[in-house]
T-cell receptor, first 114, second 115 residues
Framework: AQSVTQLDSQVPVFEEAPVELRCNYS??????LFWYVQYPNQGLQLLLK??????LVKGINGFEAEFNKSQTSFHLRKPSVHISDTAEYFC????????????FGTGTRLTIIP | DGGITQSPKYLFRKEGQNVTLSCEQN?????MYWYRQDPGQGLRLIYY???????QKGDIAEGYSVSREKKESFPLTVTSAQKNPTAFYLC??????????????FGPGTRLTVL
C-alpha cells in the first residue's frame, strides 16, 4: 500500500516570491511521483513527473520538483510566483509495476497575494 | 481535437434517485478511471477499467456502478445506496503499454449535487 501526505492545506505567498509545496510519500516498493494542478471547477493538469533518472525534474509554468528517496519527499518549487499560479496542487504516487493507478494527497491550495 | 468529455458539468438530483455521469474519450486510450473529489480529501478512486467489458473496484466503490461496453465510454452510475453522493466527479484515461508508465489525462469534471 502507498500513501501521500501534503501537510500544508493552504499556502499564501506574495506575488514574485518563491514557493515550496511539500509532499511526502510512503511505499514499500519503488514509485513514480507526480504533481498535478487544478484550477477552479476544472480537471487536473499534469505539472511534472518523476519516473527515473535525474532527481530534479522540471515541469510546465516554471515549476520544478526534487525527488529525495532517503527523505521520501517530492517537494514542488517555483522561484517566482504569479497571480495565475493561484490553484490547488496535488501530489500523487503510483507503483512502478506498470499499473497506472494513482494515490493522491489531500491537496495544497496556493493563494498568490498581489 | 482529442480529449475527454464529461457531461453535464453540473447535475442536480433528488435524494433516492439513481444518476448516470457520462465520460467519453477519443484518445484511443485503453484504461479509464473514475475519481471522487471532496474538499480537503483529494481524489479517491471509485472504479477503473483496463479493457472493454472488464472493470475493478477502487477504494470507494460502494454505492457506485460502472460499465465498459465500448473502449471510448465509461459511464458511472451513482445509486441511491451511496450515502453522501454530493461531490465533484472526475474521469481520466491512459494508455497501457508494458514496461512503461503512461500519464493519466483528466476530463473537466461533473459537479453532482443531491438535494
Amino acid at each position: 500500500a502507498q500513501s501521500v501526505t501534503q501537510l500544508d492545506s493552504q499556502v499564501p505567498v506574495f506575488e514574485e516570491a518563491p514557493v515550496e509545496l511539500r509532499c511526502n510519500y510512503s511505499s514499500s516498493v519503488s514509485v513514480y511521483l507526480f504533481w498535478y494542478v487544478q484550477y477552479p471547477n476544472q480537471g487536473l493538469q499534469l505539472l511534472l513527473k518523476y519516473l527515473s533518472g535525474s532527481t530534479l525534474v522540471k515541469g510546465i509554468n516554471g515549476f520544478e520538483a526534487e525527488f529525495n528517496k532517503s527523505q521520501t519527499s517530492f517537494h514542488l518549487r517555483k522561484p517566482s510566483v504569479h497571480i495565475s499560479d493561484t490553484a490547488e496542487y496535488f501530489c500523487a504516487v503510483s507503483s512502478n509495476f506498470g499499473n497506472e493507478k494513482l494515490t493522491f494527497g489531500t491537496g495544497t491550495r496556493l493563494t498568490i497575494i498581489p | 481535437d482529442g480529449g475527454i468529455t464529461q457531461s453535464p458539468k453540473y447535475l442536480f438530483r433528488k435524494e433516492g434517485q439513481n444518476v448516470t455521469l457520462s465520460c467519453e474519450q477519443n484518445l484511443n486510450h485503453d484504461a479509464m478511471y473514475w475519481y471522487r473529489q471532496d474538499p480537503g480529501q483529494g481524489l479517491r478512486l471509485i472504479y477503473y477499467s483496463q479493457i472493454v467489458n472488464d472493470f475493478q473496484k477502487g477504494d470507494i466503490a460502494e454505492g457506485y456502478s460502472v460499465s465498459r461496453e465500448k473502449k471510448e465510454s465509461f459511464p458511472l452510475t451513482v445509486t441511491s445506496a451511496q450515502k453522501n453522493p454530493t461531490a465533484f466527479y472526475l474521469c481520466a484515461s491512459s494508455l497501457i503499454s508494458g514496461g512503461l508508465y503512461n500519464e493519466q489525462f483528466f476530463g473537466p469534471g461533473t459537479r453532482l449535487t443531491v438535494l
